[in-house]
């Protein structure tokens, strides 16, 4: 959950400096149009000028709260990529078509803003974004030779316009082709994340009972230690031992010890809090950590463990057979001491064995 988080605060933050860069190039593309406009290279006046711009603006500043705010979240695109660049192409042909000359500035302006795909978009993002581009200036080019012939020379706007359409197909490919190799790397984390996880599962657990290892049981049980001298809480080790394992293996086979070593393991984790830990000690050797309780409280699960074992029924398994477990429990404010914690359990532990089995020892 804390990853998940961490990812998407990671994400809207590379998102909003990804607009930010945007909003910079945006600033450019207006600084440019102001220098056109005094030096004469554009048919609009100061007003129109001023409301195709404030209008421009408008539009960004929309797409900016929307990120600051998180609404952008409620599109399908939270990053708003492809409506900015859209966005910018509309005003952006705008502008060509309010010039006199010096058109190619703001087409090679359009190709910058082309390039900010390359961080997000996928291979439909581009070509959807290059066709309206290419379509929008062919318009502009229509609009111009109907209503304004005099203001354009078919042969160097055609040529132009085929420059224009070449260079926006060979940033497309360049843009789907590193899109392709965004996907295949995303890919590749994901299935590198998969076997950190599964690395990390099999250090941790045990590939037969699926309880923990000896060695991450030690690791907890240290942090147990630390919280339990820091809050003043007290927790509970138990050592519980199968009865007659070796005589299990050697009647029934060593296929059938391993499922009663899984269905004992299955009784554990039913038996447990989710707080609680168990581990697989090493054959049939298990041992309990209680957390946030005493004795006396974890003399009760423990009984549960040791009577639903002694009372399951192996016959789908193995006809006459039955298991029992031997337990010894050990509280850590006893001794304040892990080691002797340990030992004690595991004393205790074979004191029920020598008292004939199949119970518990607490003291």
């Not at 703001?106 to 993002?125: E, V």
């Not at 293996?249 to 296929?255: A, E, K, L, Q, Y």
Request: aromatic share 14%; net charge negative.
């Amino acid at each position: 959950m804390s990853n998940h988080k961490d990812n998407s605060s990671l994400e809207a933050g590379l998102t909003l400096s990804r607009h930010l860069a945007a909003l910079t190039a945006a600033l450019l593309y207006t600084m440019i149009y102001i220098y056109l406009y005094f030096g004469g290279y554009t048919r609009l006046d100061g007003n129109s000028l001023f409301y195709m711009l404030f209008i421009f603006w408008i539009g960004n500043l929309l797409f900016t709260t929307l990120l600051i705010t998180g609404l952008n979240n409620y599109f399908r695109d939270r990053s708003l990529s492809v409506s900015q660049l859209i966005w910018a192409t509309a005003f952006a042909m705008l502008g060509i078509y309010y010039l006199n000359e010096l058109r190619d500035i703001i087409l090679m302006f359009y190709f910058a803003m082309l390039s900010f795909g390359f961080f997000r978009f996928k291979s439909y993002q581009f070509i959807i974004c290059a066709v309206i581009a290419v379509l929008g200036y062919l318009l502009v080019i229509v609009v111009l030779s109907i209503n304004e012939p005099l203001r354009i020379t078919y042969n160097k706007e055609m040529l132009r316009f085929f420059a224009f359409t070449l260079t926006s197909g060979m940033i497309v490919y360049s843009g789907i082709s590193i899109s392709r190799m965004r996907e295949e790397l995303k890919i590749k984390n994901i299935d590198l994340q998969k076997a950190v996880e599964l690395n990390e599962i099999l250090a941790t657990t045990d590939d037969l009972t699926g309880l923990y290892t000896r060695r991450h049981f030690m690791e907890v049980l240290t942090q147990q230690k630390a919280i339990s001298e820091r809050d003043g809480k007290d927790f509970v080790v138990c050592f519980a031992d199968l009865d007659f394992f070796k005589h299990v293996n050697d009647s029934f086979g060593h296929h059938t010890g391993d499922l009663v070593l899984k269905q004992f393991s299955e009784i554990i984790k039913k038996s447990i809090r989710e707080v609680d830990y168990a581990a697989r000690f090493g054959g049939e050797e298990f041992v309990l950590l209680l957390v946030n309780t005493d004795i006396e409280q974890s003399i009760s699960v423990a009984e549960r463990i040791r009577q639903t074992l002694d009372e399951f029924n192996f016959n789908d398994i193995a006809p006459a057979l039955n298991v029992t477990v031997s337990i010894g429990m050990s509280n850590f404010k006893e001794y304040n001491s892990l080691q002797e914690t340990l030992m004690s359990a595991d004393n205790r532990m074979y004191a029920a064995k020598e008292k004939g089995r199949n119970m518990v020892v607490a003291s």
